[in-house]
């Protein structure tokens, strides 16, 4: 998982990265976040604390049990000193906070299916 400002913000800094630094010419990876539907309703409770949420999984999930567990971004991290700026706790506060009040105060709970 990555949040989008931190997707975007991997993008400018590779950009402007000068070209002396960059020791990988085809690609680089970017790591962020990982987190479980649990995690999160744990830090949505934090914030909304009437949250609730239900989900069941269905055949997707053996997509999403068959990625890996991490990115490997070591060569971003040392060449253009990539690093995540959004973890669980402050991507969510920064979600809700720009959240619409109609969302923000009427919807406490999320279904998923």
Known sequence: MMYMDDAV???LQLMNAPVEVLKERGAYNIGALSFTP???AVELKNH???FTISYNTDKRQSIANSWPAG???TEARRDWNWHPEYDLVTMTAH???HLTPV???NS???AVS
């Open 103 to 105: 969302y923000k105060n």
């Open 9 to 11: 913000r991997a993008t």
């Open 48 to 50: 909304l604390p009437d």
């Open 95 to 97: 979600m809700l906070d």
């Open 38 to 40: 649990a995690q999160l």
């Open 108 to 110: 406490n709970t999320a």
């Open 71 to 73: 990115v490997e971004d």
